[in-house]
């Protein structure tokens, strides 16, 4: 749960540090890349220690990754509803039930207890 929570924190660091500076078209692109970088390095912060805690409990490698990938695709999904006001098409939605199978096929394993060989 740890792993899952710092991940959150690292994703909304990211996207913001990503995506946030689309709200402000007219702004220079140096000082944008600047602010940016200050606002992605909380994001490594929770990121090490989240994948480090992550897989020293048995997740694997692929694991952290998929489960990164629909906690960023989550934070993602708000902030351009909420932030950049960008409307989620039909489309959106199936590739992000699509992701969230890959989560399911990738950790059911786990979930399940099985020791899956590499």
Known sequence: M???ILLIFSNLFMTIAWYGHLKF???K???VILVSWLIALPEYI???PANRI???SGITG???KIIQEVISISAFVAFNAWILKDPVRWSDWIAFALILLAVVVMMAPRWSGAAVAP
Do not use: D, S
């Open 2 to 4: 740890t792993t899952v």
């Open 29 to 31: 692109i140096v000082p």
């Open 54 to 56: 992550g897989h020293a």
């Open 25 to 27: 078209p007219m702004a």
């Open 62 to 64: 692929p694991q952290l």
């Open 46 to 48: 929770f990121q090490v």
